[in-house]
């Protein structure tokens, strides 16, 4: 038996299965290379869904995270500490926004928006108790909760998962008429991902998310945008809404706002949406604590500079135009994407993407497939052009697609 072997026969044996994990099993990480037990190198083209934008061991947030370690790591919001208030602050300045309510992952901070819409719906907008509704789009991905797989439709993630939540209405993305349609007086918020990262990296058409910008405005409805994997440089842009000059009610933040370091989430938004809590309401016990804080601090401070952003933009370009001459030669029906994000959709004649994703594997790129045949490229943004060209060398070799 090799160490891999050994490896993942271990895990099999004491962890749910509630995984598929590529057969390798990785020792260390730097950049946008990862190590496996055996020392076989691999180009991370997935980047931990994008919780890993500043890449592997990445130096400033190592730094931040150490020196937080020695001073102090958790009080509890039952007291105030010294990096909170710093946090909070330039979150809010980073979204344009007001107030900053801090949790750990994801689907925690997609729960706060569910909780904090609600409230405001009764307490600000008026809507009768117990009829708020939420709109949402097919094929969303928010997390894995009993609320949010309540309104998922993908039958993996809630089927035998119910009695589910009610308060969610489901239109197809991209329809702005039936958007439309589904705003009422009860309605609170829609919530929406400004491009579907599971649902295999979908941008909705143009005027998509100005048309939900101004529907919802004129309707009195929240705009919730869950930035979670769109936000934070991955696109070329600091939020993906920004594509669109559409600023949103709420952001929901998660993944890279951690640095791929610690779990990191928030719910930002304005005085009069946030403000709706009182104390005792809502809260977490790791949700902004001191090494969080100081970590995420560091990933703001990253993102101030704009160069992330930027290299996502140049590289993105890049990317797109070499996945862009794949299109029609056979191996590769469609991509979308925007920035350093590409959803792949290989044609079946090549074998489905998780035969894909392990032949690159075999060649030393790790990527994810979802949804069958769609690949999903989201390297870290501090890949090199020279690294991403030898990736992409890689997927024209195993698609048989050798310029
Ligand atoms: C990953 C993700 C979530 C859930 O985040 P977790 O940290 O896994 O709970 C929610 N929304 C979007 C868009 C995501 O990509």
New binding site residues.
Partial sequence: MTSTERGIAAAEAHSAHNYHPLPVVVATAEGAWMTDVEGRRYLDMLAG???LNFGHGNRRLLDAARAQLERVTLTSRAFHHDRFADFCTQLAELCGMELVLPM???????ETAVKTARKWGYQVKGVPDGRAKIVVADH??????TT?VSFSTDPEARADFGPYTPGFEIVPYGDLAAMESALDDTTVAVLL?PI???AGVLVPPPGYLAGVRELTRSRNVLFIA?????GLGRTGRTFACEHEGVVPDMY?L??ALGGGVV?V?AVVSSREVLGVFAPGEHGSTFGGNPLACAVALEVLAMLRTGEFQQQAMELGEHLHSELGLLVGGGAVDAVRGRGLWAGVDINPSRGTGREISEQLMERGVLVKDTHGATIRLAPPLVISKEDLDWGLDQLRGVLGAEG
């Fill in positions: 869904y994008s919780a750990n992952t994801g689907a925690e901070a997609v969303n991905f928010h997390g894995r909760t949010i991902e579907q990262g599971e869950d930035e979670i994997q769109s929901v998660g993944k779990p989430s």
